[in-house]
């Protein structure tokens, strides 16, 4: 609330409700896997990671509170394409991301001289892939929901906190394994909960569900049913 750069940030978290993510079933989530176009396009992944300004850029407001804000509003899990639209066209949705990705657009693009063409596949790759992550976390609340877990999430815990989701004092991280980031006990870009939450004094039990890394291009990697199960049981412990 103190960032010059969170003014507009702030208010639009603290007003948040998570509430449509407790209804949405684990059909409607592979629906939409099913009907949303490619988050990627036509990127080619050189490309998209080509332009190091972009590689890790994020608006002030975080992915994760432009999804949920997105989803909370549309009242519906949105497609890609949904998103996109989403972002572009609704004040909010371009306050939070669709004005702030066409200036860093332009801006690197006139610095750097690289074409804007390739900068926008890069940024393409950035926002697609952070949608792709999106859906995995939604289907895999939504699942373990279903398994019986009173799992609770807010985009302010994530941006935060890296709290994917929680029940009661229990904390889940869900994660794909990437070197580049984090995999294992491999410390990366990302400090995970269990660093950021160390300090506090009603202590935090941790579960982390990893993946394998997706082998498919372009499709939603969803965890498998066996991964969630022993998810479940490690979290209803």
């Not at 449509?20 to 099913?34: F, K």
């Amino acid at each position: 609330m103190n960032d010059p750069r969170r003014a507009k940030v702030a208010p639009v978290v603290m007003a948040h409700r998570s509430q449509l993510v407790y209804e949405l079933s684990t059909a409607d989530v592979e629906a939409v896997c099913r009907r949303t176009e490619h988050a990627l396009g036509q990127v080619r992944r050189r490309d998209g990671e080509s332009v190091a300004a972009i590689v890790d850029w994020h608006p002030d407001f975080a992915f994760t509170h432009v999804f949920h804000v997105c989803m909370e509003q549309m009242r519906r899990l949105p497609t890609y394409q949904d998103f996109r639209a989403y972002a572009y066209n609704d004040p909010l949705g371009r306050c939070m991301l669709g004005d702030p990705a066409l200036a860093k657009v332009h801006d690197v693009s006139d610095t750097t001289g690289i074409p804007e063409k390739l900068v926008r596949e890069a940024m393409r790759w950035r926002v697609g892939n952070a949608y792709y992550s999106f859906l995995r976390e939604v289907y895999t609340v939504v699942q373990l929901r279903h398994m019986g877990l009173d799992l609770r999430v807010h985009p302010l815990a994530d941006a935060l906190f890296r709290v994917d989701a929680w029940v009661g004092s229990k904390v889940v991280s869900l994660r794909v394994g990437n070197k580049k980031f984090r995999q294992g006990d491999d410390a990366g870009r990302k400090m995970p909960p269990e660093r950021l939450l160390a300090d506090v004094q009603s202590r935090f039990e941790f579960a982390t569900l990893e993946l394998p890394p997706a082998t498919k291009f372009g499709s939603v990697h969803l965890p498998s049913l066996d991964h969630l199960s022993a998810a479940a049981a490690r979290l209803s412990g």
